[in-house]
């Protein structure tokens, strides 16, 4: 072992480092940008979402950090050491992926135990660590059980258990919870966040479900080609989304064609088409002239208000607890609302929304 990856692994316990910094990380396959230069500098403690669209280079981003795969450019640096040559094993990081990747023929406590067996850890002390971890987990009674003989929910806490077992300074995990049905990956979401207080390490998740994102991380890295789109809380990415894309991704469906009228400072009022005057605010420099105002279906009401217009509902479909409204407005497309009653088909019926809820873009950002 050399001297630069002894101190690492010395390192590598969750009490003992301050930050993880990714320093322009990129990785090409076969000429193509699947990740490029990612800087990113993850805090002791934090909760960080890696989210963006099939295809965007999260799992590239995790598996570089991991050290499954090695870099095109950049560096990743642990508080002062660089950890970037290092192999996996050499990194300490506890890794968690969508399939569990279990042991069949291995109980639940050997599953937990293996880590720490390889790195030549006595039995006592192995017995020890496994019995804490399954606690953390909540899985005490399972211990002799083998995968097969658990649930999905189960199974993948032991997943987890498996990685928190080796005291990692940080657990990578690849969409842990795809596997799982609605009701249990939401009940899992906040599972995953106690072990991860519990720990006290940093923990970064990879997801393209904008919701779990929201629900579980502290800092959000929003992704899209391969490039880091914005980076923020989830209040800030999602009431503040920097670009129109991110705004489409995190479900302002409504993207409407309007003239900048008058910006005052991010104050701007826009002008539609029939005469449909809104109030909103400027996501970017605006000129006057041709922009882009983007509102999340839930933001409008039905009834009268300040930032009012007109429309016919066109469609209206039972989501449950509420309805989505197709309304036809002097907008282009049909607008989409999102209103706990039904209007009914064929309605005449004025709609409003609040006009720091009407995020206005430049136009050029619809075509990019
Ligand atoms: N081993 C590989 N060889 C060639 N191209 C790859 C390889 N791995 C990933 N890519 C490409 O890199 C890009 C990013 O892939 P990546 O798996 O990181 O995306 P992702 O955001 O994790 O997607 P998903 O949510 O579907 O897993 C994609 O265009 C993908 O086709």
Redesign the pocket.
Known sequence: MTGIQSVAVQAARKNEFRQLRLDGVSRQ??G?N??DKLSLTIERGEFIALL??????????LNCMAGLLPLTDGTIWLDEQRIDPLPPEKRGFGMVFQNYALFPHLSVSRNVGFGLKMRGVAGAEIDRRVAAALDTVQLQGHATKLPGQLSGGQQQRVAIARAIVIEPPLILMD?PLSNLDAKLRIEMRSEIRRIHRAQGCSTVY?T?DQDEAMAMADRVVV?KL?VVQQIGTPQEVFSRPAKLDIARFMGYRNVLPVKVAQADGSRVLVDGPGGVRLGGVAMQALDAGPAVAAIRPDEIVIGEGANAFAGTVESAEYGGREWLLQVRTAFDDLLYVRSPRNAGVGAAIMLSVPADRVLVYPAQEEAA
């Open positions: 396959f076969g193509a699947a990740l963006g669209p099939s295809g965007c280079g999260k799992s590239t981003a969409e990879v393209h992704m391969g």
